[in-house]
Each structure stands twice: as C-alpha cells, then as structure tokens.
C-alpha cells in the first residue's frame, strides 16, 4: 500500500514557492498542503510547472474559520472559497480544508447552524466539482468550538452529513484541547477521517521554559501548549500510527512544525525520520 507523508508548505509561507517545492521533494516528501491564497496567487500554471518538476502532488488547501466572523463577513468568506473549490478541480487537489471557530457569544449548537447556513453554497460547489470539504478538530481560544471534543465533532459531522463534507484529524488538537485523541478520539471519529496532521506538542509555561520565540498554541480550558519534533512531546503517535497500519488508513498525512524558524528544518527532518521507523 503506497501510503503518502507530506509536508506543511504553509509552514514556510514566507519563502518563495518553488523553494519550498525543492524543499519537501529534497527531504523526501510526496505532497505539499498550503493555504489556498498562497496557491491562488501563485496561478494555476506556475502551479502545475511546480508539480510535475518537483513530482510533489498537493493533497489540500486551506480557508478560515466559519464561526468567528460576522454575518457581514460571510460573503467575502464565501468568494474565496469558491474560488479555492475551483482551484483545487483546476490543480487536481482533493481536499479545501477549514475550521469550525469557537465564539463566546453562542453555544456550539448555534455555532453549528451557522457554519451549516453559511458553508452551503461552498458545499454544494464542492459536489459539483468532486472536492471534499475538510474540517479539522482544534482547540480555541474561545468556548463552544463544537470540534474541540470527539463528541461534539461526531455530532457536527454528522449534521452535516454529506460525502463531500469529512474530517482532517490532528491529535494534537485534540491534545491541547483536553481530548484523548488515541484510542478515543481517533476510533469514534475514524470513519470520518481522510486526511491526517501531524504535530507533538508539550504543556508551555514561561516560568519553566522561559522565554520563546515560536507560536503558542492556546486553549481557553487548557491553557497554552508548544510543539516539539514527533516523539519528544505528549503524543501518543505509536499507538496512533499502528492503528492506522492496522486499519490500512492510506489518507495523507501531513507533517506540521509551529516552530521558531530556526528549528523548522531540523523539526521537520525530526519527524520525517519519525514515521520512517514505522514504515509511513
């Protein structure tokens, strides 16, 4: 079974794009994800050059969160994500993914109605061009984010309930947000799931680490949490990563860092010699 390990080409937005082509196909990688912008501005034929020189297929492309934004902001949200529908049927890329959004000024019921009202013009864009619509579970910053918990995630799936509407599941996410991710999470969720993100990730506190230079990744229940190389945080990837070989997932799975820039490369090498040692 061919199974597809990628890396995080967002992870290096503010590098030119043919140089971060070079960079996943010299490390080994077989495909790329990066935030539909980046593409779109980049256009369709550069694109492509990119794609057949580097060998490197793009397996999904970002845009927003749903939940967090104003009705007034919709529109402008709606516009770019049919255009990255079309640009992923133009570049042959399965996947546009997206977020749901925690919002304090609703419950995630609420949250789920609106991100159903306002995503369906998106999704039926989508069946109609063959590309399936992501969400990925994450931890908030603020309450009622409907994905930060397997129940909840399961529920928001399932009301929208269409082929063409599945999960990119990131552990880590999970993680952050108080969720155990493997087993639980992973086997109530796993029929849902067609892509998978990859990031370990430790409890941060300043008074411990001291000062730090990369992203911090907060949870308005959890607090705030780092990432580290696969294998050096709280992760549970060796039982995650044989229960895939065990359900012969053969999704892509995309290596993210959220790193200072100066560690971004030797992270990622981290990571890649990581899964190598169980045959992804």
């Excluded at 550069?46 to 749903?66: D, P, Q, R, S």
């Excluded at 991100?115 to 309450?143: D, G, M, Q, W, Y």
């Excluded at 990859?198 to 992203?215: H, Q």
Aim: proline fraction near 4%.
């Amino acid at each position: 079974m061919e199974r597809k390990l990628g890396m995080a080409g967002f992870e290096f937005k503010e590098q030119p794009l043919e140089t971060i082509f070079k960079k996943a196909r010299d490390m080994g990688f077989s495909s790329m994800e990066f935030g539909a912008e980046t593409i779109m501005d980049a256009g369709i034929s550069t694109v492509k050059e990119y794609i057949e020189k580097y060998e490197i297929i793009l397996t999904a492309i970002g845009v927003g969160f749903w939940n967090k934004i104003s009705d007034d902001e919709v529109p402008q949200l709606q516009e770019t994500f049919l255009s990255a529908i079309d640009t992923a049927q133009q570049l042959n890329i399965p996947h546009v993914f997206t977020y749901f959004g925690g919002n304090e000024k609703h419950d995630y019921k609420k949250g789920i109605d609106l991100f159903t009202k306002r995503i369906e013009p998106c999704l039926k864009e989508a069946i109609n061009k063959n590309v399936i619509i992501l969400v990925e579970n994450h931890f908030s910053p603020e309450p009622n984010e409907a994905t930060a918990d397997a129940k909840t995630c399961l529920e928001f799936l399932e009301s929208i309930n269409s082929k063409n509407f599945k999960l990119n599941f990131d552990p880590a996410n999970f993680y952050i947000a108080g969720e155990e991710a493997y087993p639980y999470a992973y086997e109530k969720l796993k029929k849902h799931i067609r892509t998978i993100h990859l990031k370990d990730v430790i409890k941060f506190d300043s008074e411990f680490y001291g000062k730090y230079d990369g992203r911090i990744l907060v949870d308005v229940n959890y607090g705030e949490f780092i990432c580290v190389a696969m294998g050096e945080g709280g992760m549970n990837f060796e039982g995650f990563i044989s229960a895939l070989i065990r359900d012969k997932f053969n999704g892509p799975m995309t290596i993210e860092l959220h790193v200072p820039h100066n560690e971004r490369e030797i992270t990622l090498k981290k990571g890649y010699d990581f899964c190598q040692k169980f045959g992804w």
